[in-house]
């Protein structure tokens, strides 16, 4: 992973072709991969051993061998446990209780469902209240390095506590998370086998079932808000509630603890982020039929080279030239972990001019449970250099940008972009294609121009991606644990 670059969130300062692949080209994931693009019998010619020649050209042949495999997860050192088999089946259990929620009916699997490639097939995400978002999937998170549409989290574990305490989603509270572990035999005796003891949560005076610190002027609060103000009706009275002075109830009964005790909560929910990235870390994408077929191309092996069917071989050849897809899509990842504002249209129910990257750099300045806090495993090491280096406020980065999702396992994620707004990958490819849907934004990246593509090599991409669904999991291992 090039997680050492510091060009965290920085805007690349140009889209060349190549530029972005340092995910494949460096760090600590594909040194393998480099021994084998040099040992490999792809030769000038785009032919591989047996002397057939490969059905691609032989520039196609070697962005291939950058794209494949997906490396092994590396392990975050901002997080002690997790690699911790033990937490990760907590993380499982955690991951599908729907006792971390306001009134007991929403999960993680609520929105990720682990039988549907862990998303809803929503267009907007919805959980105690509607959202402005589509759900993300879960592929090859630990490979990841901002989190959310617009980064606003900066490691797997952190990102993990945003929805329990997100009013739109879980609507809960940390000091009721902790309670709700003690509260639950199981839940109970795994998290202290991981963790050690639970604080005396049975002592009420001490720790109230709800509390927790309310952050101010916080997106999914505001849109709460909206949504109490509707329901009641009552403009004037809660206009207020974002002003001064008005305390939220979570936030006096969180006031109201000794200091230690928020400590001790707050402990608690940090190891509850940390268990639950120890599982998500396990949602793997590989060994898809275009993984194959560069272990073909490699191994000179015509079976695995025949894994690409010949509309999906164009459709990458496309991929990574006319089409120009590798410049954000690139790595084995498909994507360069960054943000780019691509034009998409508006949709009913999400706000047309979401700052995306731009918000989210500021929560990420603000956020608790940052990489650099004391709630990190490891704050002053490596995984920190990302956020030494943001852009100051109100640079870099325009309105409307958002990560640019892997595409690895995204023929079975519909609907797509941060606001759902493509049912198909069929209209995806021609939003990039045509860009007649697409909305002028004045910072839309200029390298998104029609691509003058027939509609047969608009098919052929399709198929190449296709060509990137992984092998099934074995969802046992990731479904609702039996009771
Ligand atoms: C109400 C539906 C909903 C629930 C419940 C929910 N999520 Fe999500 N998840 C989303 C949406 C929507 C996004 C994108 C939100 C955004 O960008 O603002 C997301 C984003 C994520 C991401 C970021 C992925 C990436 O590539 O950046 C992770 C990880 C994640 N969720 C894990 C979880 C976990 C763990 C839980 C339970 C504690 C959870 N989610 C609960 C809908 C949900
Ligand atoms: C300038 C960078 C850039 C280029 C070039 C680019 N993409 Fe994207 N892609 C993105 C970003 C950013 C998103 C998310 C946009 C959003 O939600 O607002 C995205 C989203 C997608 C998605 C939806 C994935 C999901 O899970 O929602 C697909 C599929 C996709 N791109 C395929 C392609 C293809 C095929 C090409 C070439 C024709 C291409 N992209 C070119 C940056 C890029």
């Known amino acids: 992973m090039s997680r050492t670059l510091p060009t965290a969130g920085a805007r690349p300062a140009a889209l060349a072709l190549g530029v972005l692949w340092a995910f494949s080209a460096c760090g600590d994931g594909p040194a393998p991969q480099r021994d084998a693009l040099t040992a490999s019998p792809a030769g000038p010619h785009g032919g591989f051993a047996g002397g057939s020649p490969a059905p691609i050209s032989a520039a196609a042949v070697q962005a291939a061998l950058r794209m494949s495999p997906v490396p092994p997860a590396p392990v975050d050192p901002t997080n002690l446990f997790d690699a911790d088999p033990q937490a990760a089946e907590l993380g499982r259990l955690l991951f599908h209780s729907t006792a971390l929620s306001k009134d007991g009916d929403v999960s993680c699997a609520t929105c990720h469902l682990p039988e549907q490639s862990f998303v809803d097939g929503r267009r907007l995400a919805l959980g105690v209240l509607p959202l402005e978002r589509h759900t993300m999937p879960l592929w090859n998170l630990a490979h990841q390095r901002w989190f959310f549409w617009d980064g606003r989290a900066d490691s797997l574990?952190?990102?993990?506590?945003?929805?329990?305490?997100?009013?739109?989603?879980?609507?809960?509270?940390?000091?009721?998370?902790?309670?709700?572990?003690?509260?639950?035999?199981?839940?109970?005796?795994?998290?202290?086998?991981?963790?050690?003891?639970?604080?005396?949560?049975?002592?009420?005076?001490?720790?109230?079932?709800?509390?927790?610190?309310?952050?101010?002027?916080?997106?999914?609060?505001?849109?709460?808000?909206?949504?109490?103000?509707?329901?009641?009706?009552?403009?004037?009275?809660?206009?207020?509630?974002?002003?001064?002075?008005?305390?939220?109830?979570?936030?006096?009964?969180?006031?109201?603890?000794?200091?230690?005790?928020?400590?001790?909560?707050?402990?608690?929910?940090v190891n509850v982020g940390k268990a639950l990235a120890a599982f998500q870390r396990l949602i793997e994408s590989r060994d898809a039929p275009f993984d194959r077929f560069v272990a073909g191309l490699r191994e000179g092996d015509p079976a695995g080279v025949a894994s690409l069917s010949d509309s999906a071989a164009r459709g990458f050849e496309l991929f990574v030239g006319k089409a120009r897809c590798i410049s954000c899509h690139g790595g084995p990842l498909f994507t360069d972990l960054e943000f780019h504002d691509t034009g998409v249209p508006e949709v009913p129910g999400a706000p047309v001019d979401d700052p995306g990257r731009a918000r989210g750099l500021e929560a990420l300045r603000a956020f608790e449970f940052g990489v650099r806090s004391r709630w990190s495993d490891d704050p002053e090491g490596p995984a920190g250099v990302k956020v030494d280096f943001l852009p100051a406020a109100g640079h870099a980065h325009g309105p409307g940008e958002f990560k640019t999702p892997s595409l690895r396992s995204v023929a079975s994620t519909p609907p797509y972009m941060h606001n759902g707004a493509f049912e198909t990958l069929e209209e995806v490819v021609s939003f990039y294609a045509t860009r007649e849907t697409a909305r002028a934004t004045g910072t839309t990246e200029k390298i998104l121009v029609p691509l003058g593509l027939t509609k047969e090599e608009q098919a052929d991409l399709v198929a190449f991606l296709r060509s990137l669904t992984g092998a099934p999991l074995d969802l046992a291992r990731f479904a609702a644990p039996n009771r």
Not at 195 to 212: K, S, V
Not at 224 to 234: C, T, Y
Not at 243 to 258: E, I, K, L, T
């Open 157 to 269: 574990w952190s990102q993990s506590l945003v929805p329990i305490e997100d009013p739109l989603e879980h609507a809960f509270t940390r000091a009721g998370v902790a309670h709700a572990i003690h509260d639950d035999a199981e839940l109970r005796q795994r998290y202290e086998r991981v963790f050690g003891a639970l604080p005396p949560l049975e002592d009420a005076l001490r720790f109230p079932a709800i509390a927790r610190p309310v952050p101010a002027n916080d997106r999914a609060h505001q849109l709460a808000d909206e949504h109490a103000r509707a329901k009641r009706g009552d403009e004037e009275h809660h206009t207020h509630l974002f002003g001064s002075g008005f305390r939220h109830p979570h936030q006096r009964a969180w006031d109201a603890m000794a200091a230690e005790d928020q400590e001790a909560v707050t402990s608690v929910f």
